[in-house]
């Protein structure tokens, strides 16, 4: 198969579980021995198929390394899960814009390196599509990247809750520019999000009445600091918009982030609050509590969105592409049910 050509924006936690996995299951041939994979092969491509040709970050411990050595390099906090090989991709300097916040200014040096002409750098690697994976809070940066692949014609993955996917002017503009793009706010593998809305539907399916439900996380990692600090509200009214669209009547739904606890490194502990009735108005309740690490669950994610990115390329598909974004974003341009977008996505794979 030819690779797919891809551009990382944001050598942090996300970056550094999507480099590792793609070491880790680089041998893999069996779906069987996948543990982890959602798809080995997607429309024909394994994940070693997925080649980075460029990487971007504004920090002083990756802009001018090899990416090999920058995943790695503080304050990335995410698990050493596979020895990566050198890459011959050197990180190189985007502009800081609104990428660091007052929170993630203590955390982040910024690097004096000059900033690379990004057009002319994926155009000179043949790259394909670019993927977002800067901190959430930074919006403008977000939209600078995104002019920059438009600038190159690349395709777009937006796995930050920044609106861009689904955001009408953004859509008509990568349509015009005739290349696709997927968002916004990537659904994790094992994903709180997701959790929640399978227990509400399969209580609504039975018959419960759910009237009051909460969803609030803790995570270690940079970007549950940036999110304390600049992105709790709206990353609160993306969770609970899509908790919401899981019931088939209103309930009182609230789905957030609460706070950042440094020692639990890039752990996140989602706790799950769920009140109704039940037969003859009988009142339930239910506490859970998930643990999981925060980057290596969007890896499943961000290796299935690529595949299927590069089979919209294939196909000269512009614009949203309806079925990535409804089977792995949060904040699709379209609500769509779950299972409607399961059935989106295999159609569109198929
Ligand atoms: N499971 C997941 O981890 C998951 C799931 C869904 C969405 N996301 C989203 O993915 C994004 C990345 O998450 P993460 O945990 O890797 O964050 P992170 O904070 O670990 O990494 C962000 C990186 O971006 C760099 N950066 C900041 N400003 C920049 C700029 N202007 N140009 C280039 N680089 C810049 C930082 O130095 C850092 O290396 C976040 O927006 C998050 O909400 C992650």
Redo the contacts with the bound molecule.
Sequence with gaps: MPKIRVAL?????????LIQGLQWYSNCEKEEDCIGLRHLFLGGFHPRDIEVVAA????NR?VGKDLSEAIFAE??N?PKLANVPTLNVIVHK???????GEY?KRV?RVSNQSEDNMIRTLKENDAEIVI?????G?TK?SQ??AEQALAAGCGFVN???NFIASEEAWARRFEMAETPLAGD????QV?ATTMHKTLLRLLATNGVRVTQTYQLDVGG???SL??LER?KDIKRAVKTESVESALPYKAEVVAGSTDYVDFLQ?RRDSYFWIKGTHFCNVPMQMDLKLSTV??P??GSVLFDVIRAMKIAIDKNMKGPILPICAYAF?RPPQKTPLETAEKMFSDFIS
């Design positions: 924006v944001g050598v942090g936690n996300c970056a550094s579980a971007y970050d504004i920090d990756k304050p990335n995410t985007g502009p800081p814009l609104d990428g660091l993630t982040i977002n994976l800067l901190p959430s930074g940066a600078w990247y796995a930050t809750p706010d990537l659904i994790d994903g990692g940079n970007e940036d999110t992105t890039n925060d980057a669950n969007a949060k």
